[in-house]
């Protein structure tokens, strides 16, 4: 059983274009953690949310614990932006981390 | 550069071998996580140490062990090495530990058993 899916699993974009990764989680949590991952394999922490949205720059993070549900947008896609993206829960029994297959996103010049 | 520094990049080893990998934190960090990272599974929880206390375990088999020592470093032991233990091991930090906290992410140990 998987705690955490996110969705798509590949995403190709235009330059420019608003993305949409989404994050489903099946546990309780203490907070969501958004990782980027580059193709070098080196990863860095996005946003940790426990409530509501967090933004910084053109990427935004919002969270509903009701629904269980994370998103994370880009906006103005730059190339640069290509990597894969990790949704992370940090559960609120256990003392656990699951975490998201990665959504592979491409963005084309 | 996220300050944790991770050794060796690369390790080549043989099947039933035992390894060493090693996790020095961004200073001011208590807590060290690892994690494991291979194709098939993704980024898997092993462990985490905050000041010297092992504080949660996730799926770290019986043939791995570590530690954190009192200057905060951390060693993770890999012992009877099979082939499906090439993986990327990564280690991270936080300053206290909790769940909520920005974890600091090393560049990675990329194992390879053959």
């Known amino acids: 059983k998987n705690e955490v899916e996110q969705s798509p699993q590949n995403l190709t974009a235009q330059e420019g274009e608003f993305i949409t990764i989404n994050c489903s989680y099946s546990v309780g949590i203490s907070a969501l953690h958004w990782l980027q991952q580059h193709p070098g394999g080196g990863i860095v922490s996005l946003f940790m949310l426990s409530s509501g949205k967090k933004k910084h720059g053109r990427l935004i993070a919002t969270i509903n614990i009701q629904e269980k549900h994370s998103s994370l947008h880009i906006t103005a896609s730059h190339p640069r932006d290509s990597a894969v993206y990790i949704c992370?829960?940090?559960?609120?029994?256990?003392?656990?981390?699951?975490f998201g297959t990665g959504t592979s996103l491409t963005v084309i010049p | 550069d996220s300050g944790v520094t991770q050794t060796p990049k690369h390790l080549i080893t043989a099947t039933g071998q035992r390894v060493t990998l090693r996790c020095s934190p961004r200073s001011g960090d208590l807590s060290v996580y690892w994690y494991q990272q291979s194709l098939d599974q993704g980024l898997q929880f092993l462990i985490q140490?905050?000041?010297?206390?092992?504080?949660a375990k996730g799926n770290i088999l019986e043939r791995f062990s570590a530690q954190q020592f009192p200057d905060l470093h951390s060693e993770l032991n890999l012992s009877s090495l099979e082939l499906g233990d090439s993986a990327l091991y990564f280690c991270a930090s936080s300053s206290e530990g909790r769940r909520t906290d920005t974890q600091y992410f090393g560049p990675g140990t990329r194992l390879t058993v053959l």
């Open positions: 140490y905050y000041n010297g206390e092992e504080r």
């Open positions: 992370a829960v940090g559960s609120n029994t256990g003392n656990q981390f699951y």
